[in-house]
C-alpha cells in the first residue's frame, strides 16, 4: 500500500435525520409491492438498464446490468417469505425463470466478454443458490466465474474491464470491479479450487494502489503497460474529467474497500475504507445525495446521481460489523441519513409516477472532457433500485449477502 498524507476524520452532517426503522419498514413494502407488480412484464424479460421517462422497457438478458433486477426479485422474495406474504411464491418462480435465462447466457457466452459478472451473476444465480439451493444457478455462477478468471492478466495482476484483451488501448481495470471479486471468491468456496480467490487478491491489490489517487479520490479507470504490466495512468470515462471524481465510481470505492477486507482481513483496507469514505464525504452537497461527479454541488446546474448515495450506504453497512461499537456508530448514522434523503426525496411512492424505485439517477452523462455516451441521465437505473433495497434490508435484519 501506498503512503497517503492523512486527512481529517471529523464528523459531517450532524443535523441530517435519520430513517427510522418503521420508515425501513415501508419503504421495502412499498419496494417489494413495485417489484411484484412489475413481474408480468418483466419475468420472462428484463428491465432495461435505465427508465425512459421515469419508466422500465422490457429488453433481453443482454447488457451488464441484467442481474440487479433479478436481486430485486431476490430481496423482496426474502422480505415476502418472511412476512408470511403469498407474495413469495410468485416472487421466487419469476426468480427462478431467471436463472434459467442467466444459465442460457453463460453457456452461450452472449454479452459476457467483459468483467461484469459479478454485477450480473452475484445477485441473480448465486444469490438464487443460497437462498433456494438452485442447483441451475450454482452451475451458471460458477461458470461466470471461470468467465471472469479468463479476463485475468499474469502481466500487471488485475482483470481487464472491457474489449479485446490483446489491444493495449483496453489494457485496463475499473474501479467497478471491486464488485464483481465476490463471485470468485465463492467460487473458491464452493469449489474448492483456490485459483478464484487468488485471482481476486491479485486484483484488489493491484486496484487499491492504482485507482486510489493521494487525496483518496479515485480513477474510473487505470491504465498499465501491455508489455511489462507497469502502471501507466489514469483516465475517466463517466466522470466529469480526468481530474475529478465520479460520484458512482467513488461509492464502488466504499463499498469495494469494505469488501476488500471482509474476504481478505488485511487491516490498511479499513483504513483505506475510512479515507475514501471521508473523501465522499466531504465533497457531498446539503441533502447527502451526490451530483454525479464529486466536482459538482450545491448551486451547480448538473444531475443527481441517487444510485451513490445507495452504493456508499451499503459499504458503510457492511464495513461497520467489522468496526468497534463508537466508530461504527457513526458509519451507521451516516447510512441512515443517506437513506433518510433518499426515502424522502428521491425514492418513488406512487407507481403512477415510475415502475422504478429511486429517481435522480445517472447513468452516463455525457461531457467535453469524458469518452461515454449520453443516456439515463436524471432518471431510474437498475443498480440504484437494488442497492436501495440492499440498504433498507441491510438496516431491516441481520442479511446475508449476495455478494
Known sequence: MKCRKGISMEILFENMPCITDEE???????????????????????????????????VENDDWTNGFWTGEIWLSYEYA????????????AAGEVQVEDFLHRIDNKIMVDHHDMGFLYSP????????????????AAIKAADQLISRYHPVGEFIQAWGPMNAPEN??????????????????????????????????????????REDYSTWHTFFF??????????????????????????????YGCALAYKYT?????????????????????????????????????????????SIAACGMLEMIKYMDEKEAAVYEKYARQFMKSLYDSYAVKDPKESNGLVLHSTYS???????CNHCGVDECNSWGDYFYMEALTRLHKDWKLYW
Open 171 to 212: 489494457y485496463r481495470l475499473i474501479i467497478d470491479c471491486l464488485l464483481n471479486l465476490p463471485l470468485l471468491y465463492w467460487a473458491s468456496e464452493e469449489t474448492g479450487d483456490s485459483k478464484y480467490k487468488e485471482i481476486a487478491e491479485k486484483h484488489i491489490h493491484t486496484a487499491v494502489n492504482n485507482v486510489v
Open 24 to 58: 425501513v419498514s415501508k419503504a421495502l413494502c412499498f419496494s417489494k409491492e413495485q417489484v411484484v407488480r412489475n413481474l408480468p412484464v418483466f419475468t420472462d424479460k428484463f428491465q432495461k438498464a435505465y427508465s425512459e421517462g421515469k419508466f422500465y422497457q422490457p
Open 365 to 371: 452523462n455525457h461531457s467535453p472532457y469524458n469518452t
Open 124 to 139: 441473480s444465480c448465486v444469490a438464487a443458490y443460497k437462498l433456494t439451493g438452485n442447483q441451475k444457478a450454482r452451475e
Open 265 to 309: 482481513g488485511r487491516k490498511e483496507y479499513i483504513d483505506l475504507f475510512r479515507h475514501v469514505t471521508q473523501y465522499y464525504l466531504e465533497h457531498l452537497p446539503k441533502d447527502m445525495v451526490p451530483f454525479w461527479d464529486l466536482e459538482f454541488t450545491d448551486g451547480d446546474d448538473q444531475p443527481r446521481d441517487s444510485s451513490s448515495a
Open 225 to 254: 503497460d501491455m508489455e511489462t504490466g507497469a502502471p501507466d495512468h489514469g483516465a475517466t470515462c463517466q466522470g466529469y474529467r480526468d481530474g475529478s471524481a465520479w460520484a458512482r465510481g467513488q461509492a464502488w470505492g466504499v
Open 81 to 92: 417469505k418472511e412476512n408470511g406474504s403469498e407474495d413469495a411464491k410468485s416472487l421466487k
